[in-house]
T-cell receptor, first 111, second 116 residues
Framework: DAKTTQPTSMDCAEGRAANLPCNHS???????VYWYRQIHSQGPQYIIH???NNETNEMASLIITEDRKSSTLILPHATLRDTAVYYC????????????FGTGTRLTVIP | NAGVMQNPRHLVRRRGQEARLRCSPM?????VYWYRQLPEEGLKFMVY????????ESGMPKERFSAEFPKEGPSILRIQQVVRGDSAAYFC??????????????FGPGTRLTVL
């Protein structure tokens, strides 16, 4: 069952920041926000996750609102290789038996 | 530092044959998950296994599909008497599942099954 909503598609100019929003208004206190992406037909790639603080790694930044009802994944300098479907998923702290992928956001990076 | 490995990467079967898909988890991971992605659709959970145990098979079709994760060797997803509707990409993921915090699932490259 979907616990997140994302825009169907987005475009971003190469070299600019890509900001991908996600609403998870029914998230509970014991659930993380995870982001994965799927490039063409490859296996999903883990990007980042967070609970309530903003997070940053070598791939992206994750900004979670104070009420935790929404978040934004930021790719600081998008490249053509970032073109993919991006999935925002909520998952229990103790681990999920199954991740619900939904339809995600198809990000197209434009040269 | 190998990731999740799946083989074969591509598998072609005729209707009625059996398909066996293998998944080797990341080193140190003892929890394996199988997902299926039909053409133009999202990933759908099938089954979650720990060594020698099926923990959650709520997404598995009731017939023809089975999964195992033996004490030694890879996890196997087995599809008997394949039909054209089984044509899909099958992805395996693995995790540590410590229960003490985050438990990220890491995915393999998938096996693309084509049923003729």
């Amino acid at each position: 069952d979907a616990k997140t909503t994302q825009p169907t598609s987005m475009d971003c100019a190469e070299g600019r920041a890509a900001n991908l929003p996600c609403n998870h208004s029914t998230i509970s206190g014991n659930e993380y926000v995870y982001w994965y992406r799927q490039i063409h037909s490859q296996g999903p790639q883990y990007i980042i996750h967070g609970l309530k603080n903003n997070e940053t790694n070598e791939m992206a930044s994750l900004i979670i609102t104070e009420d935790r009802k929404s978040s934004t994944l930021i790719l600081p300098h998008a490249t053509l290789r970032d073109t993919a479907v991006y999935y925002c998923i909520v998952s229990p702290l103790t681990g999920a038996n199954n991740l619900f992928f939904g339809t995600g956001t198809r990000l197209t990076v434009i040269p | 530092n190998a990731g999740v490995m799946q083989n074969p990467r591509h598998l072609v079967r005729r209707r009625g044959q059996e398909a066996r898909l293998r998944c080797s988890p990341m080193k140190g991971h003892s929890h394996v998950y199988w997902y299926r992605q039909l053409p133009e659709e999202g990933l759908k959970f099938m089954v979650y296994l720990q060594k020698e145990n099926i923990i959650d098979e709520s997404g598995m079709p009731k017939e023809r599909f089975s999964a195992e994760f033996p004490k030694e060797g890879p996890s196997i997803l087995r599809i008997q008497q394949v039909v054209r509707g089984d044509s899909a990409a099958y992805f395996c993921a693995s995790s540590l599942r410590t229960g003490r915090g985050t438990d990220t699932q890491y995915f393999g490259p998938g096996t693309r099954l084509t049923v003729l």
